[in-house]
């Protein structure tokens, strides 16, 4: 059997590595979008267990959450809680909630 190369080895282990990566890249550094329901609004949940956090609001009984399908919007404030980092994104929210949205959010999300 030939010895493989120095450079060869290099880059089959190389390539291991991104495809390994790659599967994991979901429990590593998970991310999910969901749109508030009667805003122009989404929030962007970041972090180990963000899928799980998303599906939570999705599956709240009070449907105050959806999945989108919206362009971009401008992130509002960024409240990171634990594992995970919540981006609320759209100017709709200061329009109808007002300037204290982003500090009641971080109470709520804060408090046990």
Same mark, same amino acid.
Request: hydrophobic content about 45%; overall charge neutral; some cysteine.
């Given at each position: 059997?030939? %010895? ?5 080895? =290099?880059?089959?282990? @190389? ?5 390994? /990566?790659?599967?994991l890249? !979901?429990?590593?550094?998970?991310k999910?979008?969901?749109g508030?329901v ?7 949940? %970041? ?5 799980? =956090?998303?599906?939570? @609001? ?5 449907? /105050?959450?959806?999945t989108? !399908?919206?362009p ?7 409240v ?8 609320? %994104? ?5 329009k ?16 046990p």
């Open positions: 059997m030939k %010895k493989l190369p120095a450079l060869a080895l =290099a880059l089959l282990i @190389l390539s291991a590595i991104i495809i390994g /990566y790659s599967l890249s !979901d429990y590593f550094s998970s999910c979008t969901v508030i009667g805003y122009d609004a989404v929030i962007d949940i %970041k972090g180990s267990g963000a899928k799980n =956090a998303c599906d939570e @609001l999705l599956l709240n009984e009070n449907h /105050y959450f959806s989108f !399908d919206k971009a919007r401008p992130v509002i404030c960024v990171k809680v634990n594992s995970l980092t919540y981006t609320f %994104k759209g100017e709709d929210l200061i109808k909630v007002g300037p204290g949205f982003c500090a009641d959010i971080q109470k709520g999300l804060a408090s």
